[in-house]
């Protein structure tokens, strides 16, 4: 498979370096130079990973993101100028994946690239695998298939909904701190705030609103099931 990934950045020089670098390792490239021409792309050819630059004309590499966090748990990887460490919460905590501040090595961001599709495309062998299904009151997972159902309906997830869900209903009633979410759902290589984990639990409630998902305050979560021992 070949992946099609989406370059938003308005420095012609950094598209030209950017883009040689990715199609040098096989990947098919699409340059552009305004998030509202990304989001074009987006809605007729979606790349499978957006390199966006964070300071564009007309709408930021914010909104960008924010926009396409709404649709997609598609990869993003963030570039830009600004080193403050506010600036790669927020970047993260929208929705972005990864972080790299310019200067950067093209080496470097393509090594990342490489990691990013390497985590997300982990998938059990297909061959005679048991179906593996996890049951929590009204939440059905079907593990292998990643798919899940609530109150008998298969319902939408991003792949980071799905890994929470997935830990918390494999460990019904264990609280987990928010620094343990952090590494099992953004990987041990993640330095953003642990506000993204507060985040993503607010979008899972608001999907499973009677889901027991319960806030150990000054800990973290966990999921109640008091039928379980």
């Given at each position: 498979?070949?992946?099609?990934?989406?370059?938003?950045?308005?420095?012609?020089?950094?598209?030209?370096?950017?883009?040689?670098?990715?199609?040098?390792?096989?990947?098919?490239?699409?340059?552009?130079?305004?998030?509202?021409?990304?989001?074009?792309?987006?809605?007729?050819?979606?790349?499978?990973?957006?390199?966006?630059?964070?300071?564009?004309?007309?709408?930021?590499?914010?909104?960008?993101?924010?926009?396409?966090?709404?649709?997609?748990?598609?990869?993003?990887?963030?570039?830009?100028?600004?080193?403050?460490?506010?600036?790669?919460i927020l970047g993260l905590e929208l929705g972005g994946d990864d972080y790299l501040t310019k200067p950067f090595s093209p080496r470097e961001l393509v090594a990342r690239v490489k990691r990013l599709f390497k985590r997300i495309n982990q998938s059990p062998v297909a061959e005679e695998v048991t179906q593996e299904k996890i049951k929590v009151d009204d939440l059905l997972i079907y593990k292998n298939d990643r798919r899940i159902f609530w109150d008998n309906r298969e319902q939408e997830v991003t792949t980071k909904e799905f890994d929470m869900l997935l830990i918390f209903a494999e460990n019904v009633n264990r609280a987990f701190s928010r620094e343990e979410l952090l590494v099992k759902v953004w990987g041990d290589d993640y330095f953003g705030s642990d506000r993204a984990v507060d985040d993503l639990v607010k979008r899972i409630r608001k999907k499973f609103a009677t889901l027991p998902l319960e806030t150990v305050w000054g800990y973290g979560y966990r999921l109640r099931n008091e039928e379980a021992h």
């Amino acid at each position: 498979m070949r992946y099609h990934i989406g370059v938003v950045e308005d420095d012609s020089n950094i598209q030209n370096i950017v883009s040689a670098y990715l199609k040098k390792e096989g990947f098919y490239v699409t340059v552009l130079g305004s998030a509202e021409a990304a989001w074009k792309v987006w809605e007729t050819n979606p790349p499978d990973m957006w390199i966006l630059d964070i300071m564009l004309p007309g709408m930021d590499g914010y909104e960008f993101c924010r926009k396409i966090r709404n649709e997609s748990e598609v990869p993003i990887v963030i570039i830009s100028a600004k080193d403050e460490e506010i600036d790669k919460i927020l970047g993260l905590e929208l929705g972005g994946d990864d972080y790299l501040t310019k200067p950067f090595s093209p080496r470097e961001l393509v090594a990342r690239v490489k990691r990013l599709f390497k985590r997300i495309n982990q998938s059990p062998v297909a061959e005679e695998v048991t179906q593996e299904k996890i049951k929590v009151d009204d939440l059905l997972i079907y593990k292998n298939d990643r798919r899940i159902f609530w109150d008998n309906r298969e319902q939408e997830v991003t792949t980071k909904e799905f890994d929470m869900l997935l830990i918390f209903a494999e460990n019904v009633n264990r609280a987990f701190s928010r620094e343990e979410l952090l590494v099992k759902v953004w990987g041990d290589d993640y330095f953003g705030s642990d506000r993204a984990v507060d985040d993503l639990v607010k979008r899972i409630r608001k999907k499973f609103a009677t889901l027991p998902l319960e806030t150990v305050w000054g800990y973290g979560y966990r999921l109640r099931n008091e039928e379980a021992h």
